[in-house]
């Protein structure tokens, strides 16, 4: 666990006709965020539908932060490479997107899966290759009722886990409180490991769960609501940092 956690606001909660305005109000205040979180999702992973690559490669241009691209996304083998093309600096995959042919069952509006056979697991590998090869930091992501033990295979290939704390698909949703044993469970494998790997929490984030999560282990907290959608984002985002 890093002493100090890691901002990643959610442009999912900014005023879209004003992105640039919003974005430029965070990246380039007194203590920019460590991160500028994109919610990539395509109506069919998830039951919304938001922003794809022009996105991505238009805030690549008024910003030196760095990109953390979340695909919430079918298929993503067919569609990395055009959010690496377009500048994602760090690239969140899902497990159980990343099961070929299948979604899993659903629970809530998200897809949750209980195992994954050999050629599933090979298959989650060769997509993190294919990101690190890219040259950019790789993420893998789980849903809320996912097992963590399913990430066992995967630390050595990773940059980052995020962990979802809500089921993904919209901003403003309560933190699910059993997150933070699942918090705990990743940072424990983590370390048996020795993998370094940033632990990053997704959903429902605001100055209290922040505190929380962070003592359960988290490094990076994605916030949208609590930062963009209050009357002074800046403030808002130091205000999370000062609660951890
Ligand atoms: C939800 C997205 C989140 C979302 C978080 O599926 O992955 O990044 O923006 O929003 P808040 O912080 O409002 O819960
Ligand atoms: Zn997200």
Not at 11 to 31: C, G, P, Q
């Amino acid at each position: 666990m890093s002493n100090t956690a890691q901002i990643a606001p959610s442009i999912l909660s900014a005023d879209f006709l004003n992105l640039e305005r919003d974005v430029r109000l965070l990246t380039e205040s007194s203590e920019p965020p460590e991160w500028l979180h994109i919610d990539v999702m395509d109506g069919h992973f998830v039951p919304n539908l938001t922003i794809g690559p022009p996105f991505v490669r238009a805030l690549k241009r008024i910003t030196t932060v760095p990109l953390d691209v979340h695909l919430m996304i079918d298929n993503p083998a067919e569609q990395l490479d055009w959010y690496l093309d377009a500048g994602a600096d760090l690239l969140t995959v899902y497990l159980e997107a990343a099961k070929p042919g299948a979604r899993g069952e659903r629970k809530g509006s998200s897809a949750t899966i209980k195992e994954l056979h050999e050629a599933e697991v090979e298959h989650v590998s060769t997509l993190l290759d294919r990101i690190r090869k890219a040259g950019a930091l790789v993420g893998l992501s789980l849903n809320p009722e996912t097992p963590t033990g399913l990430l066992l295979p995967f630390y050595q290939q990773l940059d980052l886990v995020l962990l979802m704390s809500v089921h993904p698909g919209f901003g403003g949703q309560s933190f699910i409180p059993e997150s933070l044993v699942r918090l705990e469970a990743i940072r424990r494998d983590a370390e048996a490991l020795r993998a370094k790997v940033l632990l990053e929490v997704d959903g429902g984030i605001d100055a209290n769960t922040a505190k929380l999560a962070v003592a359960a282990g988290a490094d990076v907290l994605v916030a949208g609501n609590a930062i963009y959608g209050q009357a002074d984002p800046v403030e808002a985002m130091q205000l999370i940092r000062a609660a951890c």
